[in-house]
């Protein structure tokens, strides 16, 4: 079976996605999904998108890790999504879609996509870091220096006892004149990615707690610059948008022997 695809990324957060509307796909086959991410025998991506038909809207986002295995929300992989969906005739400008986390609206200008998150009213502490789910589980801690080596640090927090089983993304940040620096350690990549588009929805919100009177902030990753707005209503912070591009890379087809 011969499977089309399209090869993206969101400030160098990259993804194979297919069109899956009509169900072809072997989504079961996780090891197939594995092979296609890796970036030395497969195709290579930090992720694994399907784009699928859903009931009540425009599509269903379903998405794997690059360990093969399905996993929570992703906020670039769904901003490329919604402009690969865009781009197939599924919506004009304005859409809404169901991923693994609920419901979630989005809008197109051009190369720039906006992804409305999900409303985030619970975060921990843990000492001077901060714990919150984004669409996925997120750990957050502050530093002066983000000249460190990432996964040697995140990989302490990732497998420490409170987060071994399930995993957490690592988030190092730095607030300088106002902009959020920061790297990321992705679970089910098991590495550092260039950018993580809930992870930086989480630094925003974290420095929204921190900085009172915040509705906006721009994020530099070492894949390219996001911005997240939000309101806050003393319980929640609500209509929290992420910004950003989204870039098709290139086309292919992948070949699919059955297993």
Same mark, same amino acid.
């Given at each position: ?10 400030? $160098? ?11 072809? @796909?072997?989504?079961?086959? !996780?090891? !197939? ?12 991506? %930090? ?10 809207? %425009? !599509? ?8 093969? /295995? ?26 809404? @879609? ?24 619970? +975060? ?20 002066? %220096?983000? %000249? ?15 987060? /071994? ?17 920061? /790297? ?39 894949? $390219?610059?996001?911005?997240?707005? +939000?309101?806050?209503?003393?319980? /929640? ?6 910004? $950003? ?15």
């Amino acid at each position: 079976m011969i499977i089309p695809f399209h090869k993206y990324h969101g400030t $160098g957060n990259d993804f194979v996605i297919v069109d899956n509307r009509q169900e072809t @796909f072997p989504r079961a086959n !996780f090891d !197939f999904v594995k092979s296609i991410c890796q970036r030395h025998y497969g195709v290579g991506a %930090d992720g694994l998108i399907l784009i699928e038909k859903d009931e009540f809207h %425009d !599509f269903y986002m379903r998405y794997y890790n690059s360990d093969g /295995r399905l996993s929570s929300f992703c906020g670039n992989g769904s901003r490329c999504t919604v402009h690969l969906a865009e781009a197939l005739g599924i919506f004009s400008k304005q859409t809404t @879609f169901r991923a693994s986390d609920g419901i979630h609206e989005a809008s197109t200008n051009g190369a720039l996509v906006s992804v409305k998150m999900n409303d985030v009213s619970e +975060w921990n502490q843990y000492g001077e870091d901060y714990i919150l789910d984004t669409g996925s589980p997120h750990y957050v801690r502050f530093t002066d %220096d983000l %000249d460190l080596s990432v996964i040697d640090e995140a990989r302490v927090i990732r497998y420490s006892e409170p987060f /071994r089983a399930k995993g957490v993304n690592v988030n190092f940040v730095r607030i300088k004149e106002g902009m959020i620096h920061m /790297r990321t350690y992705e679970r089910g990549v098991e590495a550092e990615t260039q950018s993580c588009g809930t992870g930086v929805t989480a630094a925003a919100i974290v420095y929204a707690i921190q900085q009172k009177g915040k509705d906006q902030a721009m994020i530099q990753t070492l894949g $390219g610059t996001l911005s997240v707005s +939000w309101k806050y209503d003393g319980v /929640r912070y609500h209509d929290i948008y992420l910004t $950003g591009p989204a870039q098709q890379s290139f086309y292919g087809h992948l070949h699919y022997f059955g297993s």
